[in-house]
């Protein structure tokens, strides 16, 4: 009887198509899933409600060790003003340190977990059975981006999506705490050219293997 959750990480950066992978993985082995991004931005939801500052690491420590990371609602949670105050709550060690222990207890739950983020492999769970870097050209991820929010009728500029992308890349492969980058074991996927259906296939092969195994 296996009395040890079975770990999927999936890192990558922004609209490189993990999240949808994770989600898609969770459902077809029955395991648990979390999005590790949701968690800094509950936080700062959390400091918006309470009208508390966003930049006082203490009280963003004590909300993020309070935090629930069951229901997240991602819905709510995906709003640009929510993005840009999680930013500022994400570089903040104390705030890193409680999310990253909720992260890790969650990560135990069996039979198995699906964690995707930007540090989940090389930090979260570093012991992980799989570990995935998923990853797709700047310009693909930003015509992606851009098409979902011209899908839900919101004002879209191209070359905007992609600069902020950049950005975002630049601010998450660079910073001193958790960089974005691949473990050293985690097999890269590269969707560029690649449906969610076939990125799909091509990790439940990887998955199956290390369940064999």
Known sequence: M??????IAIDGPAASGKGTLARNLASHYG????D????????AKALIDQGLPLDDEAIAARVAQELDLKGLDRTVLS?????????????????????????RKFADNLPGT???GRDIGTV????????LYITAS??????????EMRAKNADADYNAVLDDLKRRDE?????SASPLKPASDAHLIDTSKMDIEAAFLEAKKLIDAALRS
């Open 2 to 7: 296996q009395n040890k959750a079975f770990i």
């Open 31 to 34: 395991f648990h899933h979390l």
């Open 36 to 43: 590790t991004g949701l968690t800094y931005r509950a936080v």
């Open 79 to 103: 709003a640009h003003e929510i993005g840009e105050a999680a930013s500022k709550v994400a570089v903040m060690p104390e705030v890193r340190r409680a999310l990253v222990e909720a992260q």
């Open 114 to 116: 699906v964690l995707d």
């Open 124 to 131: 979260v769970c570093p012991d992980a059975r799989v570990k």
């Open 138 to 147: 700047a310009e693909v991820r930003a015509e992606r981006r851009f098409n």
């Open 171 to 175: 601010r998450d492969m660079n910073r």
